[in-house]
């Protein structure tokens, strides 16, 4: 990933999260879900469940340019740095479809 391309995704990914958090604040604060069946059913409406899952692929888009970078910069040995790299996509990954699973099982 060049140097820019990763400086963007990292800038466009904190954007979202940020304007995402300060408009769930906004909107826990106006409409306030008092039990389970409100959590969901709030959750469970398209554009909430969208967002969400845009909020959740920025946020492990921002954490993988993080973190490959701090990878990159400090782990010097290439084969360490690859198990890294690979392992920490891995996870990342697993807990993209996580709760991609989550938010799929609530829309139902």
Known sequence: MAGLRAWLLQRLSAMYMGIYL??????????????????????ATPWVALSMMLFFVSLLIHAW???RDV?????????????????TGLALMVCGLWVLDILLAVMK
């Open 65 to 67: 340019v993080g973190i």
């Open 22 to 43: 300060l408009f769930f604040i906004f909107y826990l604060l106006i409409d306030t879900p008092r039990n389970y069946t409100e959590w969901r059913g709030m959750i």
């Open 71 to 87: 990878i990159i910069d400090y782990v010097h040995n290439p084969a360490l740095r690859l198990f890294k790299l690979s392992m």
